[in-house]
C-alpha cells in the first residue's frame, strides 16, 4: 500500500468546505467523498470557522480575562481566621498537651 504525499489545501478551499459542513445539508462522510479529505479534518475546519466568527464583529465581544485573586492579600483570608484563627488553635492544642 503506498502513502499519498502530504497535501496542503488552500485556505479558499477549507473556507468552502467549512461552510458547506456548517450549512448541514450533507454528511461528514458525504463531504468527504466530495472533496476528498478525511471528515475529522472537515470537522477541525468546522469548529476553526465557528470560532473565529466572533472576532468578525470587533474585539467587543471577547470575554475579559477573570481577575488573579491572591489568597494571602485578601481581606477575608485576614479577617476570617487564617491570621487569628490557626495561631489560636495550636495555643490552646500545645496548652491542653501541657507543652507551654
Known amino acids: 500500500m503506498t502513502r499519498r504525499p502530504r497535501r496542503n489545501h488552500s485556505p479558499a478551499l477549507k473556507a468552502k468546505v467549512a461552510v458547506v459542513a456548517i450549512k448541514g445539508e450533507k454528511t461528514l462522510i458525504e463531504l468527504a467523498q466530495d472533496f476528498d479529505v478525511h471528515p475529522n479534518q472537515i470537522k477541525q475546519w468546522r469548529d ?32 476570617f481566621g487564617y491570621s487569628r484563627l490557626c495561631p489560636t488553635i495550636f495555643v490552646k492544642k500545645a496548652e491542653a498537651l501541657g507543652l507551654q
Open 48 to 79: 476553526q470557522l465557528l470560532e473565529g466568527t466572533t472576532g468578525v464583529f470587533g474585539d467587543a465581544t471577547k470575554a475579559e480575562p477573570e481577575p488573579v485573586i491572591d489568597v494571602k492579600t485578601e481581606p477575608h483570608t485576614q479577617s
